[in-house]
T-cell receptor
Framework: TQLLEQSPQFLSIQEGENLTVYCNSS?????LQWYRQEPGEGPVLLVT?????EVKKLKRLTFQFGDARKDSSLHITAAQPGDTGLYLC????????????FGEGTQLTVNP | DTGVSQDPRHKITKRGQNVTFRCDPI?????LYWYRQTLGQGPEFLTY????????KSRLLSDRFSAERPKGSFSTLEIQRTEQGDSAMYLC??????????FGAGTRLSVL
């Protein structure tokens, strides 16, 4: 059973469309990160959210952390082909903040 | 800031051989993590070090796997008697304390 469930697993859209990726869990996380990964490369951090209800914006990307710190969403406005990649959410459990638990990822393809 | 460096980037080996990967973390980071990622999945935690001490190991880390960080700087991950199921991307990350983890580009292992 996956601790962090991401949906959808695959998403193919046209340039200019909006999209939302969801990350859900039954566990409470002390923080949650969103990463983007290109083929053959390691994940690159996009944002960290730590406070329940927190909303962070990064240009066309909006990240939200649920009030109960169990879920998060990533919304992309006016997607561009350069947004193509694997989007991963990852949560840190407890106060030790050691291991990250990752979702399975959402493979996004933005077609020109 | 040279980032997290991993070597080699790719390794092809025959089943039954031993392999060793190296990770050089960001220089001021005291924590170092190893993750494994198979195709279509998010990374899975293997183990982490704080300085030279290995503080946590996942059940995924069978007795054929061993990781070291002898001087609290670089780390090595060795897999003995490799099996085809060991084929994956092995990712290293580092952090200062329980802050953000920064990932290397990974070592892609193919066991034939």
């Amino acid at each position: 059973t996956q601790l962090l469930e991401q949906s959808p697993q695959f998403l193919s859209i046209q340039e200019g469309e909006n999209l939302t990726v969801y990350c859900n869990s039954s566990s409470v996380f002390s923080s949650l990160q969103w990463y983007r990964q290109e083929p053959g490369e390691g994940p690159v951090l996009l944002v960290t959210v730590v406070t329940g209800g927190e909303v962070k914006k990064l240009k066309r990307l909006t990240f939200q952390f649920g009030d109960a710190r169990k879920d998060s969403s990533l919304h992309i406005t006016a997607a561009q082909p350069g947004d193509t990649g694997l989007y991963l959410c990852a949560g840190a459990l407890g106060t030790s903040g050691s291991r990250l638990t990752f979702g399975e990822g959402t493979q996004l393809t933005v077609n020109p | 800031d040279t980032g997290v460096s991993q070597d080699p980037r790719h390794k092809i080996t025959k089943r039954g051989q031993n392999v060793t990967f190296r990770c050089d973390p960001i220089s001021e980071h005291n924590r170092l993590y190893w993750y494994r990622q198979t195709l279509g999945q998010g990374p899975e935690f293997l183990t982490y070090f704080q300085n030279e001490a290995q503080l946590e190991k996942s059940r995924l880390l069978s007795d054929r796997f061993s990781a070291e960080r002898p001087k609290g700087s670089f780390s090595t991950l060795e897999i003995q008697r490799t099996e085809q199921g060991d084929s994956a991307m092995y990712l290293c990350a580092s952090s200062f304390g329980k802050n953000i983890q920064y990932f290397g580009a990974g070592t892609r292992l193919s066991v034939l």
